[in-house]
C-alpha cells in the first residue's frame, strides 16, 4: 500500500495529502462509498453540510471499523448559514451528523462577495471562535479570490490554514495558488481531473501512455507534485483504488510543465465564479 504524505499547515496541525470527496455522492450511497475508500487506505474524507451526507460518512466510518480520530474529516459551512448565529447553529449541526465533538478542518464554503452586504468577515470571526475552543482544529475557506483573502488579512486576526479552490490541468488557477503560498495558505485542489473532461486530453494520454499508468493517475499525480491537497471523488471501486496508487512513480519536470500548459485561464472553469456566484439551497 502507498503512504500518503502528510503535510503540515500553518497551525501546525497534519492533513493527509490525498483524500477523498463525496461531493454528488447521494446520501443513501455514501456509507458504502466511504467505507470502501477507508478500506483502500484514504485516511481524509472531504465532505460539507451542502452534500447532505455529512451522515453517511461518519455510517462510513463506522462500517470500516475505524475510530472517529483515525481519519481526517473536512466540512464545509452551508451558503444559507453565514450570519454569526446561523453559523454557530450550523456548525452544531455538522458535528452532531458527524457524531463527534470536534473536526479536523473546517471551512465557508463560498465567500458569497455579492451576498450579506459582503459581509464574509463576521463570518470568519464565528469560525475563529470555533478553532478557539477546540472543537474545529483548523479553519480555512473555499472558493476565496484574492481579494477576499486581502480583506480577512486587512481586517482579521487569523489567517485561514487552506484555501479549497478549483485546479485542474484546463484551469490551473496559479494566481490565486501563488497568494496561498506566499502567505502560507495552503491549497486544496477540488475536482482535480475536473470531473473527467481533462482525462481524454491528448497530453494526458501521452503522459499516461509513457508513464504505463492511467489517464487520471498521471493527473492527480501532477497536483501532488505541485503540492496541493486532492480529495478525488469516486463511487466505482476500481476507480477509488487507482486514484490511491500515486505514491511509486513521478512525472518528470517537462511532464508537469507540458500539463501545466494546458491552462486554458477562465474558459477552462468548470464550476461558479466566486465572484458572482449566490446559490443558497432551500
Ligand atoms: N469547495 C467546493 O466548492 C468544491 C466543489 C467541487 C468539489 N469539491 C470537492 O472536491 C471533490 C472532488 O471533486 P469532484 O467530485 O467535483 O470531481 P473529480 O474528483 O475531479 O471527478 C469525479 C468524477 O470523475 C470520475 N472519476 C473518478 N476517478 C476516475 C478515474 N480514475 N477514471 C475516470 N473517471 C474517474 C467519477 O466517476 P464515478 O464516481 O462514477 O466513478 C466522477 O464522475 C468533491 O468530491 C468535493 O469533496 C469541492
New binding site residues.
Partial sequence: MSTVPLIELRDGALIPQLGF????IPPEETAEAVKTALHVGYRHI???EMYQNERGVRQGIRDAGLDRAEVYITS?LNNGFHAPDDARRAFDDTLKALATDYIDLFLI??PLPTLYDGDFVSTWQTLEEFKITGRARSIGV??FQIEHLQRLAQVTDTTPAVN?I?V?PYFTNDTVRAYGADHGIATEA???????IV?GDPVVQRIAEATGR???QVVLRWHIQRGDIV??????PQ?VR??FALFDFELTDSDISALTTLDKGEAGRT?PNPDQFDYIPR
Fill in positions: 470527496g463525496v461531493f454528488q472531504d465532505t460539507a464545509k464554503h463560498w473555499s472558493n479549497q478549483e485542474h477540488w475536482s482535480p481531473i475536473a470531473q473527467g482525462l492511467t489517464p487520471a480529495f478525488p471523488k469516486s463511487v466505482t476507480r487507482e486514484n464550476g
